[in-house]
């Protein structure tokens, strides 16, 4: 599923040059705060000024979102939402983070740090207003640690995507995978269906009502798939559904946002 030598040597990495920045900014996905911090903040940041951006904001439940800033805020950890793809980046930090980072020697240094897919690359070509670090949709495209000159007085230091070598909770790999930041196989996608049909049964069957209106039929997350994939024309020879294809595509719609808002955890659930 991962590669925990890539991870590691980043991590590496990120110690070493962790005395050299003023602060940390770490990017999590807002509609799971909690497990897009699946790495060792504690032990890799120590001391260190921690900043959250929850970014994607604007396909999470705000509801729930307000729930994570003051959840930060009250462990002493400046926490921020943003939507990349709805604010002037620079704006924001000009606003926001810049004036709580703090200066030495005339100057401001900060890490930019997070899992795979949040968001970080494209914050720092927002910020610094042209394509200066890779950018895709696939976990893990920033190859190695980048310094970027932002202005006279600020400096970037970018980094991999970090994440814990081996992930043992079900519940936080299929968190992972249904907001982009872990690839899966199909065993592993069926699995995270399984999860996701259960869980917006639960905290969103307006959205299920949206996709399917006879989804409270089906038994299980198969079937409504079959539903759908027939719905959709999702069609095999002789007019059977095609599964995967459906599965696919509904998980990416739904990361998409084109049902609706979801956040997958609150704060109260890791207490």
């Not at 004036?99 to 030495?104: A, D, E, G, Q």
Request: hydrophobic share 35%; net charge positive; aromatic share 12%.
């Amino acid at each position: 599923m991962w590669y925990p030598g890539h991870i590691e040597k980043t991590k590496s990495l990120i110690k070493k040059h962790l005395k050299l920045v003023n602060a940390v900014v770490e990017i999590l996905d807002a509609r799971a705060p909690y497990a897009s911090r699946a790495y060792e903040e504690q032990q890799l940041f120590r001391n260190k000024k921690r900043i959250i951006i929850l970014n994607k904001k604007d396909l999470c439940d705000m509801k729930k979102t307000k729930l994570w800033e003051k959840y930060y805020k009250e462990k002493g950890e400046d926490a921020f939402s943003l939507s990349l793809n709805e604010s002037n980046v620079k704006d924001f930090f000009l606003n926001h983070i810049y004036p709580i980072v703090p200066k030495k020697f005339n100057e401001k240094s900060l890490m930019i740090v997070g899992i795979p897919n949040v968001g970080k690359s494209t914050f720092i070509n927002r910020l610094k207003g042209k394509k200066s670090a890779a950018v895709g949709n696939k976990p893990g495209i920033t190859r190695g640690l980048q310094w970027l000159t932002v202005s006279k007085d600020l400096k970037i230091l970018d980094t991999p995507g970090v994440l814990y070598p081996k992930l043992f909770s079900k519940n936080l790999v299929n968190k992972l995978i249904l907001i982009g930041s872990l690839k899966a196989e199909d065993s592993e996608l069926d699995e995270a269906l399984f999860y996701l049909f259960d869980f917006l049964k639960q905290e969103y069957p307006n959205i299920l009502n949206t996709v399917l209106e006879e989804w409270d039929n089906c038994e299980n997350a198969v079937e409504f798939i079959e539903k759908f994939s027939m719905k959709r024309n999702f069609l095999k020879k002789g007019g059977v559904p095609d599964y995967e294809r459906g599965r696919n595509i509904f998980l990416k719609e739904v990361s998409e946002g084109k049902y609706g808002s979801i956040t997958y955890e609150i704060p109260s659930d890791i207490d």
